[in-house]
């Protein structure tokens, strides 16, 4: 199932996709989509509404450096030159403001000179939880959605943490869909700018998977319906400005695209 939020000529509602590609439709969810959702028997055709960012999350709790090769492009090598080392994940949080929905401008603004895309697969969690087990994270998970963890790289380099640099209005555009029965153990991350394409990878190459990421976060902090869990960006990253369009597209989930604008 693919779930989402849409705001239509009624309001703003969650609502389930269904149709063939070019003709869907959405049916609205009488409350929230977690669980067994229930419907309210009004439905609108796609195009006839607006796609918003999938879900209201009360935090986005991000993995830093989960792909070999984009340790390695930030500089992250090993004392021997040689080899990456797998250590523990290291997390951060974007704020829930920081959120966007699909097609929302990504608003640079003027105190940083470079701000990247990070393309990424996210995963939304379904249920309150603490202290889950990898084996079991597929039991607090509601689905998978596609993000873009926006960062100014260069406050990022400057501030020695990244509450800043990762936490601008507009830095975690999210969406359009959460799938909800999806094996993304291995599946094609790209990112393109301009429809040139800057990432291309696998989730097969995360250092840590979606269930050790989840244990490891839920070790920590008790996660609640609607949270969103950023699993880490593979290498390619680079900066995007003013005029450019980003388009991240995780396969079997879909793609997330957004203008680039300098704030104004
Ligand atoms: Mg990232």
Redesign the pocket.
């Given at each position: 199932m693919r779930l989402g939020r849409v705001a239509s000529p009624d309001g703003v509602a969650f609502v389930a996709v269904e149709g063939e590609q070019g003709a869907e439709t959405v049916r609205e969810i009488a409350e929230h989509p977690f669980g067994n959702p229930t419907f309210t028997g009004r439905s609108w055709p796609l195009a006839d509404v607006r796609v918003l960012a999938p879900i209201l999350a009360s935090k986005v709790i991000?993995i830093?450096k989960n792909y070999a090769a984009h340790i390695e492009e930030m500089g992250g090598v090993a004392p021997d030159g040689t080899t990456i080392k797998v250590a523990d994940p290291v997390i951060f949080i974007k704020p829930n403001t920081s959120i966007i929905g699909p097609e929302v401008p990504i608003v640079r603004p003027p105190s940083s000179e470079r701000v990247d895309y990070?393309g990424?697969l996210a995963v939304v969690i379904g249920r309150p939880c603490k202290d889950v087990k990898a084996a079991q994270a597929k039991d607090v998970i509601l689905g998978y959605t596609v993000a873009n963890?926006v960062t100014a790289r260069d406050q990022q380099a400057a501030d020695g943490q990244w509450t800043r640099a990762k936490g601008y209005d507009t830095f975690c555009p999210l969406g359009p869909w959460i799938t909800t029965d999806a094996d993304v153990s291995d599946v094609e991350i790209r990112t393109e700018l301009d429809g040139v394409v800057k990432q291309q990878s696998r989730t097969s190459l995360m250092l840590h998977d979606v269930g050790a990421v989840v244990e490891w976060i839920s070790a920590v902090m008790t996660l609640l319906p609607g949270d969103v869990i950023?699993t880490?960006?593979p290498s390619g990253v680079g900066p995007m400005t003013a005029g450019q369009r980003v388009s991240v597209t995780v396969e079997g989930i879909g793609t997330l695209s957004n203008p680039v604008v300098d704030k104004q």
């Open positions: 991000c830093g990070e990424e963890d950023l880490g960006t």
